[in-house]
């Protein structure tokens, strides 16, 4: 059997060092061709001498001699800056590309990839909620798959297996309510990103836990969904489940509902991204029915959570406004992390960003990447006042 070829972006990430423990356990069906992160040289450096890949690409520019330096005895090519992204995932030898970034970033990456035949696994939700419809209809163009890399599409997606002429009715994600679930805002008036960085389920990157911990994260995966499954935005449901268990359902038009269950450890979703449509035999901990008496299940609260609800909106009013909604989340989440803006204060910010920034109906690549700019310089600007 030829080994799949992967290119991961962002693997000194937490989905990124995941997939390599995934590709680790599978050496004979896995080949890494490109590693890629922001500015960890000293992790970079380490995955590229232990899976040696043909390139690496570290996007800090300051760090490329050190990086070189490291790498000369081998034969793996190194490259520096954001661009690079954009010119290794073509490599002849990369099957899929398994896009970890955090944030919009990750667009022009996927839609390279995409342009040029790769299979794309999908961490990088924001490619999704920021061009969602252009990225889908380039995917069909060139006929890639895109493989859902986050637990509640890949739930979603296993689901569906199967069932690909059966229309959905509804599909359920789950949610799990984060550390402030059932508190209200006046709890929420003066937590700090110490206790929001506190997932009870999860540990992940710190931007996508503090949006877990705003709701934020539901609104982008509704986004994210809506697009992946072709579906209209009545038919994206949030059911909070605490549990973490139940990783998201699909509802047919029979009624019927199908759900896919198992411990939170998302070396699950990124192995069936990269070994789709086979299952791989595993060792990873089972699930225990008797460990969780009680799988429970509640209405979000979108009130004081707001960043759902603006999520919800600006899937509805379409065109650039997802676009809008998080490259201004990505400005307040830093600035929160930054202890620049209050927890309430994000999704002031956000919302104030929307109503600023020029609506734009049929966005092209550039368009996007020309509304990302300018929320990010609005909610800069909003946040300093
Ligand atoms: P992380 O912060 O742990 O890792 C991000 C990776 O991207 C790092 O390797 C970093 O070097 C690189 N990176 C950061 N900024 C970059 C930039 N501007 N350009 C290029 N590379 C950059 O993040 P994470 O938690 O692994 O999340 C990655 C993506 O996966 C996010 O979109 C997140 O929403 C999604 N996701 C994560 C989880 C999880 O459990 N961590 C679950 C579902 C979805
Ligand atoms: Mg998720």
Redesign the pocket.
Known sequence: MKKKGIAI????????TQTLDVVRAFPSHFDVVVL?????ATLLVAQALEFLPQAVVI?NEDLLDFVRSKLSHTSIAVYAG?SA?EEVVQFEAIDVVLN????A??LRPTVKAIESGKDIAL????TLVVAGELVMQLASKHQVKMLP???EHSAIFQCLAGEEKNPIEKIYITASGGPFRGKDRSFLSSVKKEHALKHPN?V?????TIDSASLMNKGLEVIEAKWLFDLEVDQVDVIVHPQSIVHSLVQFQDGSMKAQLGLPD?KLPIQYALSYPNRLENNFERFNFLDYPELTFEKPDMATFRNLALAYDSLRKGGNRACVLNAANEIVVDSFLNDKISFLGMSDVIEAVLEKVNYLVRPSLDDYIESDYEARRIAREIIIK
């Open positions: 972006l962002g693997s000194t990430g937490s989905i990124g890629t992160c922001a500015s960890n996007i954001i992204l970890a970034i955090v944030g970033a990750g961490a990088n939700k924001e890399v986050d637990s999860w992940m990157g710190a931007k996508i998302m």
